[in-house]
Structure formats: structure tokens, C-alpha cells
């Protein structure tokens, strides 16, 4: 079932770029494994994927030393700072930054043990209540005041859109961030790069691609629902 998903998943894509006019080389496709099982990992390893996302540190400590070790491990879920310790050298980008306080500790541990860390600002880009990340006029701030942290380099963007039915409401959203992305590349602030756009997920992929995305997350559509216990 997951290869077959995959398949699916990368045939949309290619859709996509077709449709924006984009080389589907540009899109990184994070199959997002939390609560999965290391068996449905390999599987979709077997299927050539190599990027997967985790939204918890425990989660990615169990599974990391299970596994092969070219997998590039995504966090994507609220990083809490007494935890940054655990997962900086095992995870090839965070995705979930959304204070200075959490930039200082990441930079800070990633010092102590002599690796650099590959980030993304998470931006709640409809302002939702309920959701991490910091609003949109606060980011040039922060990527300015995390630009000057030791081995922590800023890469781009990260948001999750609303939960909604129809993916084209959350278009807009979309071309938001990819809008404020090249506002704050104009910028050219030392040590920041906006090449990554982490938006879309499994029922909106297709949109961000269109929209500018780079890397899209998707969970249910490869590994199917997910059971909370
Ligand atoms: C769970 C999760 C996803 C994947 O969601 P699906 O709807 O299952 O594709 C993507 N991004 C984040 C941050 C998540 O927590």
C-alpha cells in the first residue's frame, strides 16, 4: 500500500509542476511517518523515499537508530527547548522555529556538539489561534536576530495552512508566504537563504506546489489515517 501511495503521490506532483510551469526536481517530497511504525518506514525506503518528517523528539529517537542512516529526518512539530539536545545531530532540517529562545538553544547546543543546523522559520500565516509560529510581520526580526547565532542557518519558511475542505482556500495562504519569502530574501541578510518553502500536505500539496512550495509534507496520503491512541 505505501509504495502504491507513493507512486500516486509523485505522480501529483510531477502534476503540479507540469501545471506551474516548474521542474518536479525543485519539489522535496517528506513523508511524514509520526506514530508509523519503523515497517512502514522501510517500506517506503524500499520505494526510494529518504526524507522523512517527525512532529516528536521521542518519536525520532526511537526510530533514527532503527533505520539507515542516508535518511534525512524532518522535524515538524513544536520543538520544546529542553529538548533541543536530543535530535540536533539527527535531524537534517527543523522546520519548526518560532522563537529566538528556541534559534538560541538550537544554536547553542549544535556549537556543543560541533554540527551545523539547517532551520526553518514556522510562520502561522492565517493567524490561527491554535497554531505555532510566529505572524508574518515578526519574521524579518527574527531571521535577522537568528542570522547572527553561531552554526544555525536560516533557510526559508515553513507554515501550516488551516484545516479546510476545499485545498484552493488555502491558496492564498500559500502565495503569502511565498511572497514573504522574497521580501525577506531582497533583504540579504547575512547567513539567511530563503530556498526552502515547506507548505502543503496531504490534502493541499498539490495547491502549494503551484503556489512555490519546495517541500511538501505528506502523511496520510502515503501511510494512510492516522490512529491516536
Ligand atoms: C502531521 C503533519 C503533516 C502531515 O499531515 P497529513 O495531513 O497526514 O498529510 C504535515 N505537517 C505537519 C507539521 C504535521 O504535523
Same mark, same amino acid.
Given at each position: 500500500? !505505501?509504495?502504491?501511495?507513493?507512486?500516486?503521490?509523485?505522480?501529483?506532483?510531477?502534476? $503540479?509542476?507540469?501545471?506551474?510551469?516548474?521542474?518536479?526536481?525543485? !519539489?522535496?517530497?517528506?513523508?511524514?511517518?509520526?506514530?508509523?511504525?519503523?515497517?512502514?518506514?522501510?517500506?517506503?525506503?524500499?520505494?526510494?523515499?529518504?526524507?522523512?518528517? %517527525?512532529?516528536?523528539?521521542?518519536? &525520532?529517537?526511537?526510530?533514527?537508530?532503527? =533505520?539507515? /542512516?542516508?535518511?534525512?529526518?524532518?522535524?515538524?512539530?513544536?520543538?520544546?527547548?529542553?529538548?533541543?539536545?536530543? &535530535?540536533?545531530?539527527?535531524? +537534517? =532540517?527543523?522546520?519548526?522555529?518560532?522563537?529566538?529562545?528556541?534559534?538560541?538553544?538550537?544554536?547553542?547546543? $549544535?556549537?556543543?556538539?560541533?554540527?551545523?543546523?539547517?532551520?526553518?522559520?514556522?510562520?502561522?500565516? +492565517?493567524?490561527?489561534?491554535?497554531?505555532? #509560529?510566529?505572524?508574518? %510581520? %515578526? $519574521?524579518?526580526?527574527?531571521?535577522?536576530?537568528? $542570522?547572527?547565532?553561531?552554526?544555525?542557518?536560516?533557510?526559508?519558511? *515553513?507554515?501550516?495552512?488551516?484545516?479546510?475542505?476545499?485545498?484552493?482556500?488555502?491558496?492564498?495562504?500559500?502565495?503569502?508566504?511565498?511572497?514573504?519569502?522574497?521580501?525577506? #530574501?531582497?533583504?540579504? &541578510?547575512?547567513?539567511?537563504?530563503?530556498?526552502?518553502?515547506? *507548505?502543503? *500536505? /496531504?490534502?493541499?500539496? *498539490?495547491?502549494? &506546489?503551484?503556489?512555490? +512550495? /519546495?517541500?511538501?509534507?505528506?502523511?496520510? #496520503?502515503?501511510? #494512510?489515517?492516522?490512529?491516536?491512541?
Amino acid at each position: 500500500m !505505501v509504495e502504491e501511495n507513493l507512486i500516486q503521490v509523485r505522480e501529483n506532483i510531477k502534476k $503540479a509542476c507540469v501545471r506551474a510551469g516548474r521542474n518536479p526536481e525543485e !519539489v522535496t517530497l517528506i513523508a511524514v511517518s509520526k506514530t508509523k511504525p519503523v515497517c512502514m518506514i522501510e517500506e517506503a525506503y524500499a520505494a526510494h523515499c529518504r526524507d522523512f518528517g %517527525e512532529n516528536k523528539v521521542q518519536e &525520532i529517537m526511537d526510530k533514527e537508530p532503527q =533505520l539507515p /542512516t542516508d535518511i534525512r529526518w524532518h522535524m515538524i512539530g513544536h520543538l520544546q527547548r529542553n529538548k533541543v539536545k536530543y &535530535i540536533v545531530d539527527k535531524t +537534517a =532540517l527543523i522546520h519548526s522555529v518560532d522563537s529566538l529562545r528556541l534559534a538560541q538553544e538550537i544554536s547553542s547546543q $549544535a556549537v556543543k556538539k560541533q554540527v551545523d543546523v539547517d532551520i526553518l522559520l514556522e510562520v502561522n500565516i +492565517a493567524g490561527e489561534e491554535s497554531k505555532f #509560529g510566529i505572524a508574518r %510581520e %515578526e $519574521a524579518v526580526r527574527l531571521a535577522e536576530e537568528v $542570522a547572527i547565532l553561531p552554526n544555525i542557518h536560516v533557510k526559508g519558511l *515553513m507554515t501550516i495552512a488551516p484545516f479546510v475542505s476545499n485545498p484552493e482556500d488555502n491558496r492564498q495562504y500559500f502565495r503569502q508566504i511565498r511572497e514573504l519569502s522574497v521580501d525577506i #530574501g531582497q533583504k540579504n &541578510i547575512d547567513n539567511v537563504t530563503m530556498s526552502v518553502l515547506s *507548505m502543503g *500536505m /496531504t490534502l493541499d500539496y *498539490m495547491v502549494a &506546489i503551484e503556489e512555490g +512550495a /519546495t517541500m511538501v509534507r505528506v502523511g496520510t #496520503g502515503i501511510f #494512510g489515517e492516522r490512529n491516536y491512541g
